[in-house]
């Protein structure tokens, strides 16, 4: 077991890693995971670390604290010693509701992301740990701490389309669903009984199949070229200190492959995970979502502030495609339980719900981490999201019901502001009476 010390805002975590000692193994289906903060990888060390760009902060950047801002009507506020006033874009209702949430199930592990993918402004950045609860939002919804999982299967989707692999592509299989072997990608007409194209591999999460596309279409070079497109190994810009995803891609085909598949080698962080949502939900543009809405200083004068460009990660075609594929996620793949109508789950309104799963468990501690990434409504996307869960063997809720908890509570608050505004525009039309 490998123990290492990680540095946040003056905060030191003690982050086990038992990654030596235990066997990583995916699973199809429904997320089944658990988590304790972690950095994984197949090999026993810690990622290397890498030099960072020397990057100018303003003074005001380095006081933010989500523990310190106060609801101020709809806004949330943190004001500074000096009179600065810091007004975030966090809906404080929807945060207060997002971490009730994960604290009524007791959730050892979890981060809830939600932004609008038009403007980038984050509504809700939660985070909760029954195990540790000094353990936030700045830590667990910024920190890579869990491996990405099947989730890494939308880069490698656009990346194959983007190679110009059609999504109707078909590839017949056997095995794979919970390692991927050499004898998984070697075609075996007596064995590979089974056959599914790219679009449903996607959306029922097959290994084999994504594993043998990415063998047959993706070099080491272009699958380290759509990492860096999507985010991986670069600087995240955001107003509070975000960990460097990272994506290390093996020279060897069989090691690619397993990558490629969501297997290891992979570590995002909740808002990594929704971005990557967020740049299929914009049409292929990547948004970099933002959390201050405005500062203001004592004098009354307001600072300019900084916005990401928006790059263009991929083409509109190819985000149309990963729609259809992240939509049938919800309808007949991994997450449709999740999203099926049922009087005990929270109602969600009549909205089309694109997504994608990720699991990834392992031994010595048992670890199972969770996750749902996706946007919503997914034919006019309004929010992109993430759920990371990390349960114990004996779970009480996966990734894909918190995140359907949180996109119920986002559209009855969306709901509830069009009647209130169809109600406000009746009213003089009806005292001109």
Known sequence: MIAFLIKRRGLLCLLLAGLGAGAVTAHRG??????????TGRSAAPPAKRARPRVEVPPWRQRLSLGEAKAVGDRLVQRLDDGMRIEYTLNPEMQAEALDYLRRFRVPYAALTLYRVDTGEVLVLAGHSARD????AEELALSPWAPAASVYKVVTAASL??????????VCYHGGSRQLLQEHLTDNPSLDRSCRDMATAVARSTNAVIGKLAARYLDRRTMRHWATRFGFDQPIPFALPVQIS???IPSSA??????????????ISALHGAVIAGVVADGGQLRWPHLVR????ADGRSLELERAPVQRVIGRRTSRELTRMMTRTTTE???????ERRAQWPPLPDVAVAGKTGSLSRQQPYLDYSWFVGFAPADRPEVAFAALLGNPPRWRIKAAAAARALLSRYFARQQRKRALHAAASVRPALEGH
Do not use: C, H, M, Y
Request: net charge positive.
């Open 333 to 339: 793949g991994t997450a449709r339980k999740a999203f």
């Open 161 to 170: 389309i983007e190679r110009g692999v059609p999504p109707t592509t078909s």
């Open 133 to 136: 609860p000094a353990l936030g």
């Open 30 to 39: 429904a997320p089944r995971s658990v988590a304790i903060p972690l950095v």
């Open 246 to 248: 990272r994506a290390r």
């Open 294 to 297: 405005s500062v203001t200083r």
């Open 254 to 267: 069989l090691d690619r492959a397993r990558v490629a598949a969501g297997f290891w080698q992979t570590e």
